[in-house]
C-alpha cells in the first residue's frame, strides 16, 4: 500500500467510535455495527491489495474445501500499517468485553492490556500465524456458517469492514450471524453494512442471562449468496493460528 494516512489518525477514529454503545448490541445480539470507520480511498486501496501475492502467507479457494464459493487471502508478518493499527487498537477497545464475558462464562483466561502480549501468550502455545485476511466473493459467491477457531487460544470477539459498495459494487452478499442457545431454536440475523462500516460480532460464544443463571449461547457467522458484483471484505481475528 503506497499511500497510507499518519496511523494516529484511524486510532483516533477508533477512539471516537460510540464503544457503550457497542457493548450494548453485542450484550443484546452478539453483534455490533460500529460506524464507518474506512475512508473510500482506504477501502480501495486495501482491495487493491488482493493481486499482491506478496503481501500474503496463503490463499484459499472455499470451493475445494467445501465453505462456499469465493476465496480468501491471509496476510503476511509484518501486517499492512492500515491492518496492524486496527488490529491493535480494536483490540485494546475489545479486551475489557472479552475479559467480561470471561469471568460471566466462568472461564480462566484473562486477556492482557496489549495485542503484543496477547500474540505472545499465542506464539507460546504454537500459534504463530497471523490471521487477518482479505475475502472475495463474485455473483454466486457464499459462505457457509463457520467459527474462527485456530487453535486452543480465542479471543471471543472479531471484526470486519466492508470494503466494496453496496449496491454499486455489488448486490445481495449480507453478512449472517446465527445463535444457539440452550433449549430455543436459533436466532438468525442479516447485517448490510456501508463501505467502510465496521462490525464486531462474537468468534464462537458469548454470555446471555438465563432465568437462573448465566448461559452459554454459541454462534457462527457467514456470508449469503452475491447476486451480482464483486464483494471484498477485511477481517480482523485477533488471535494467531496454529
Not at 503506497?2 to 471516537?16: E, H, S, V, Y
Not at 460471566?104 to 492482557?112: G, K, V
Request: glycine share 8%; charged share 25%; aromatic share 8%.
Amino acid at each position: 500500500m503506497k499511500r497510507r494516512r499518519p496511523a494516529r489518525d484511524l486510532a483516533g477514529r477508533i477512539a471516537g467510535l460510540d464503544w457503550g454503545g457497542v457493548a450494548a448490541q453485542l450484550a443484546e445480539k452478539g453483534c455490533a455495527r460500529a460506524g464507518t470507520l474506512l475512508t473510500p480511498g482506504e477501502c480501495s486501496e486495501l482491495v487493491r491489495c488482493y493481486d499482491d501475492d506478496a503481501l500474503f502467507r496463503s490463499r484459499i479457494v472455499m470451493q475445494q474445501h467445501a465453505f462456499g464459493i469465493g476465496d480468501y487471502a491471509y496476510f503476511a508478518a509484518p501486517l499492512p500499517e492500515v491492518v496492524s493499527v486496527l488490529r491493535e487498537t480494536l483490540y485494546e477497545r475489545l479486551r475489557p468485553i472479552a475479559n467480561d464475558w470471561a469471568r460471566a462464562l466462568r472461564r480462566r483466561e484473562r486477556y492482557p492490556p496489549t495485542l503484543s502480549a496477547y500474540l505472545a501468550r499465542c506464539h507460546r502455545a504454537g500459534q504463530t500465524r497471523p490471521t487477518p485476511l482479505l475475502l472475495h466473493y463474485e455473483a454466486g459467491g457464499f459462505n457457509r456458517l463457520h467459527r474462527d477457531l485456530y487453535g486452543e487460544l480465542r479471543f471471543p470477539l472479531q471484526a470486519m469492514l466492508m470494503l466494496s459498495r453496496p449496491d454499486v459494487d455489488f448486490a445481495g452478499g449480507e453478512f449472517l450471524i446465527v445463535e444457539n442457545r440452550p433449549r430455543q431454536q436459533a436466532v438468525g440475523r442479516a447485517v448490510a453494512p456501508q463501505q467502510g462500516e465496521l462490525v464486531i460480532f462474537a468468534v464462537d460464544e458469548r454470555p446471555v442471562p438465563g432465568t437462573r443463571s448465566t448461559l452459554r449461547a454459541s454462534l457462527r457467522h457467514g456470508v449469503s449468496e452475491v447476486e451480482s458484483g464483486r464483494r471484498f471484505t477485511l477481517g480482523i481475528i485477533f488471535h494467531d493460528a496454529a
